[in-house]
Antibody
Framework: QVQLQESGPGLVKPSETLSLTCTVS????????WSWIRQPPGKGLEWIGY???????KYNPSLKSRVTISVDTSKNQFSLKLSSVTAADTAVYYC????????????WGQGTLVSVSS | SYDLTQPPSVSVSPGQTASITCSGD??????TYWYQQKPGQSPVLVIY???KRPSGIPERFSGSNSGNTATLTISGTQVMDEADYYC?????????FGTGTKVTVL
C-alpha cells in the first residue's frame, strides 16, 4: 500500500520561502506523476503542480512564478518550494500521487498545515 | 483559466438520491474525477474517468458526464455520506478542482 507523508515547517514568515517534502513509502517514486495540492482553512482545493519522476514539471499558472517542484528518486521523495509567501498562502498542503498522465489523484498524504505569519 | 462550478450545498434525506453537478466549458470532452472529503481528513477518490468506481467505493456512488456538465449521484444516501465533494478535471495538463459542494444528510 502506497503511503505519502508531508514534512516541513508549520510556520513561515511573510516574504520567505515555504519548503515541504513528501516521502513515498510502500512503492517506488519511479513511474507516475506526483503532485502538490493545497486547501486554505475553510476553503476548497487548489492544484499547485506536478512532477514526473523523470523531472518533467507542470505548474498552476496562478502560482507558476513562485513555485518549484523537484524530485529525489534516491530518497523516494519529492519537494515543494513556494517563494515570497503571504498570509494568503496559509493552507493545508497535501502531496498526492497521480494515477497516470492527466489522471486521478489516487493516493494522498495526510496533509500538513503551514501558516504564514510574522 | 478553466473553471469548474459546483453548487455550494446539497441537502438530502437518508435513503434518498443526492445529485451534485459540476459545470465547465466542454467538460464532456474531458474525464471528470470526484473526491469526497470529510472534516479533518484527506480527500478520497470516489469516481474516476467520469463513471468508474475505485475498489472499496460503494455501488451507490455513480457518475456521468456530457456536454458542459458532469454529475455525481449518490443513491440511497447514508448519513456517512455527509461530506464535501469536489470534481476535478485536467485542462491543457493543468489540474483544476471544482468549487466544492457540501452534502448534508438530514
Amino acid at each position: 500500500q502506497v503511503q505519502l507523508q508531508e514534512s516541513g515547517p508549520g510556520l513561515v514568515k511573510p516574504s520567505e520561502t515555504l519548503s515541504l517534502t513528501c516521502t513515498v513509502s510502500g512503492g517506488s517514486i519511479n513511474s507516475y506523476y506526483w503532485s502538490w495540492i493545497r486547501q486554505p482553512p475553510g476553503k476548497g482545493l487548489e492544484w499547485i503542480g506536478y512532477i514526473h519522476y523523470s523531472g518533467t514539471t507542470k505548474y498552476n499558472p496562478s502560482l507558476k512564478s513562485r513555485v518549484t517542484i523537484s524530485v529525489d528518486t534516491s530518497k523516494n521523495q519529492f519537494s515543494l518550494k513556494l517563494s515570497s509567501v503571504t498570509a494568503a498562502d496559509t493552507a493545508v498542503y497535501y502531496c498526492a500521487r497521480v494515477g497516470g498522465y492527466n489522471s486521478h489523484f489516487d493516493y494522498w498524504g495526510q496533509g500538513t498545515l503551514v501558516s504564514v505569519s510574522s | 483559466s478553466y473553471d469548474l462550478t459546483q453548487p455550494p450545498s446539497v441537502s438530502v434525506s437518508p435513503g434518498q438520491t443526492a445529485s451534485i453537478t459540476c459545470s465547465g466549458d466542454k467538460l464532456g470532452d474531458k474525464y471528470t474525477y470526484w473526491y469526497q472529503q470529510k472534516p479533518g481528513q484527506s480527500p478520497v477518490l470516489v469516481i474516476y474517468e467520469d463513471n468508474k468506481r475505485p475498489s472499496g467505493i460503494p455501488e451507490r456512488f455513480s457518475g456521468s458526464n456530457s456536454g458542459n456538465t458532469a454529475t455525481l449521484t449518490i443513491s440511497g444516501t447514508q448519513v456517512m455520506d455527509e461530506a464535501d465533494y469536489y470534481c476535478q478535471a485536467w485542462d491543457s495538463s493543468t489540474g483544476v478542482f471544482g468549487t466544492g459542494t457540501k452534502v448534508t444528510v438530514l
